[in-house]
């Protein structure tokens, strides 16, 4: 892998169970090099800490710390951009389609950001309403969400997996992370039960670098 040559190391910063897992298995999905794991333990607040926030001031996981031969480095932050980098950097793994196959690219392109910003955001905004909010959470918004989500999201994503194994077609990509990701958090919800997507995730639940990363 021709980029090795330029990455002396990497470090993500990570707590299962998170978006940050999605980085985990794009890592292992391209077997880029080792990397090390540094747990933040949230439940414990330790992305507050002074010393996390030098890192992400936003307080939030993930963030690939990537170290380059030069003696620089550099953290990035948000999950969808991290995938997206990892895979355009390890190119070998093929987990993204080429940058001159313009058509691919593009239905590609929008599938992670439909997944890591549009659905993503609705799954959020039921999650603070449902979990975090107390006595300020509004029903009104999770119905909201839940329904965009049955009426919107859904048809848009059965219409592709009845007809092709992943989500941008027969070959799996890093849209299938980000999606992957996004539908397993709909299903805790009670959302996307259609057996298309059970199958779905049992595909991608079957890949190793999936079982390694949320073992
Ligand atoms: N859009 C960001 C969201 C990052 C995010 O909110 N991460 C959560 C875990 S899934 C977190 O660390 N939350 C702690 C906080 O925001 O204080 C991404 O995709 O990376």
Not at 24 to 41: H, P, Q, S, T, Y
């Amino acid at each position: 892998m021709k980029n090795l040559e330029m990455i002396t190391s990497m470090t993500l910063y990570h707590f299962s169970k998170s978006r940050s897992s999605r980085v985990l298995w794009a890592l292992f999905e391209v077997g880029a090099m080792d990397f090390d794991v540094v747990d933040i333990n949230l439940m414990a607040g330790e992305h507050l800490h002074s010393q996390f926030l030098k890192i992400n001031p936003n307080h939030a996981v993930p963030v690939l710390e990537v170290n380059w031969a030069d003696g620089t480095f550099q953290h990035i932050y948000e999950s969808t951009a991290i995938v997206l980098w990892v895979a355009d950097t390890f190119t070998d793994s093929g987990i993204a389609p080429p940058l001159t196959d313009y058509r691919q690219r593009a239905d590609y392109l929008q599938m992670v950001h439909y997944a890591g910003t549009s659905f993503d955001s609705m799954l959020w905004q039921m999650r603070i309403h449902l979990s975090f909010l107390g006595q300020d959470s509004d029903a009104k918004t999770i119905e909201r969400y839940r329904a965009k989500i049955m009426r919107e999201v859904e048809p848009t994503l059965l219409s592709r997996l009845q007809d092709s194994p992943y989500i941008t077609g027969y070959d799996f990509t890093a849209a299938d992370i980000i999606m992957g990701h996004c539908i397993g958090w709909a299903r805790a919800y009670d959302l996307c039960e259609s057996i298309h997507f059970e199958q779905y995730l049992n595909r991608l639940s079957s890949r190793e670098a999936y079982a390694k990363a949320f073992e």
